[in-house]
């Protein structure tokens, strides 16, 4: 903007000068953004309205903090560590202030100050120095309250707003502690939830939300809140909380947050050894090592038609916190009379997951049985 009119100088050149001398103007950039430990430009440019004469000019960076932080004075740069001023660039009008590993202290109001023969011109700039927010999250259990604590350290400025929400509803009983400030300048706090889970709590999605004006979008941290005993398993929120008090903090391994989902491993289709009822062939699938718990849908089909559409038949929870689970899909045993029949499963974790589906040839099963043994003609199912 400023720079529009240093540009018609040359046509101006011969009413402005004769005995006055230059003519000096300078332009600074109202504002410069830079990240922890980036290198910023406090951009100063001037003009002079002829080719630069190196004898007759002089530089001086203030901070409004600091005072003098860098000079250039007729040949002789002096400036303070990580500052650079370019000899080369002055030449050329340009007195932009380099600052190398931008810390917090850099953060304020400059002022770049030109002066030409006897003329001088001022200008400042601000320097907004930012760091973005990092999250973490963790829980800690004693007796049967746990708290859900969220870690976010790191960002400056020290504006920031951040919430707990469970399944996206703010949780009013969240505290905050006021930020704590870090060597380098940031600032970190801890938000707080506790609360004293029961077996309905399973599932529930407990969010960290943070916004910060370095950040475009909220910066989000999610968990799904695991509590072994849920409707599923079956075993009562008592025996849980009764575990977590006898292993104090190394009760997180049976009861704890987890944020990654994990897709299911599929086993092969299998016939199981035991018919109940006898005259039905049961085909099995494990699901092996999922997270969070819980299974959309399996859908058994064969020939192409689609079956049944269920939940597995039962859920168990591993060691290291993922599940299992095994579906078991009854075919009348009269219904299987060709080796080409095919048997196929889809499953699906949750309802965006992409399904993983096995498949299986009856003719690799051995559960065609010779048709003496049978005693079914074959009209009675068709
Ligand atoms: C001004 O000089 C600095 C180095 O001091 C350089 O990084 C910057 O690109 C220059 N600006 C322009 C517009 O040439
Ligand atoms: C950074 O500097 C500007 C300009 O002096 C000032 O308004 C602002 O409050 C400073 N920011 C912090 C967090 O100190
Ligand atoms: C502040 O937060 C940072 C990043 O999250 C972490 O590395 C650091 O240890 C925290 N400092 C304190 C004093 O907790
Ligand atoms: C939190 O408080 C707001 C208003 O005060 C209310 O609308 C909301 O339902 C409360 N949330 C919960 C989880 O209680």
């Known amino acids: 903007m400023g720079l529009g009119a240093p540009l018609l100088l040359p046509l101006l050149h011969p009413l402005f000068l004769g005995a006055a001398g230059a003519m000096l103007t300078l332009y600074t950039a109202p504002e410069t953004r830079a ?37 250039y004075d007729r040949g002789q740069g002096t400036f303070e560590p990580r500052l650079r001023l370019s000899e080369q660039e002055l030449q050329i ?79 009013n009983g969240s505290t905050r502690s006021s930020p704590q400030r870090n060597q380098d300048g940031t600032f970190n706090l801890t938000l707080t939830y506790t609360f004293t889970p029961v077996r309905s709590d399973a599932g529930a999605v407990f969010t960290c939300r943070v916004r910060h004006p370095v950040l475009g979008q909220p910066l989000v941290e999610e968990f799904a809140l695991d509590v072994p005993g849920s409707d599923r398993t079956g075993a009562a929120i008592g025996a849980v909380v009764a575990i977590v008090l006898a292993l104090g903090a190394a009760g997180a391994a049976s009861y704890c947050w987890r944020q990654r989902r994990a897709p299911p491993e599929l086993s092969r289709i299998q016939v199981l050894a035991r018919w109940d009822p006898p005259d039905q062939v049961p085909f099995a699938v494990h699901l092996h090592g999922f997270y969070p718990n819980g299974i959309h849908r399996v859908e058994w089909s064969m020939d192409g038609k689609a079956w049944e559409r269920s939940e597995p038949s039962y859920y168990a929870e591993n060691e290291d916190g993922t599940f299992s689970a095994r579906s078991v ?54």
């Open 35 to 71: 990240a922890l430990g980036s290198v910023a430009l406090l951009k100063c440019r001037f003009n002079v309205g002829r080719p630069i004469d190196p004898a007759v000019l002089r530089v001086r960076w203030l901070s409004a903090a600091a005072g003098p932080v860098a000079q």
């Open 93 to 171: 009008g340009n007195a932009s202030l380099e600052v190398q590993d931008v810390a917090v202290q850099d953060n304020g109001t400059y002022t770049c100050e030109v002066a030409y023969g006897t003329e001088t011109q001022l200008g400042k700039t601000t320097l907004w120095v930012l760091a973005a927010p990092r999250i973490s999250l963790d829980q800690r259990v004693g007796g049967a309250e746990t708290s859900l604590l969220c870690h976010v350290g790191g960002f400056f400025p020290e504006d920031m707003e951040a919430t707990l929400l469970r399944d996206e509803q703010v949780l």
């Open 329 to 382: 899909w009854r075919v009348a045993s009269r219904c299987l009379a060709r080796p080409e029949q095919r048997v196929r499963v889809r499953v699906q974790h949750g309802p965006a997951d992409p399904p993983i589906a096995g498949e299986l040839s009856i003719g690799d099963t051995g559960v065609l049985r010779p048709p003496e043994v049978s005693g079914i003609s074959p009209r009675s199912w068709g």
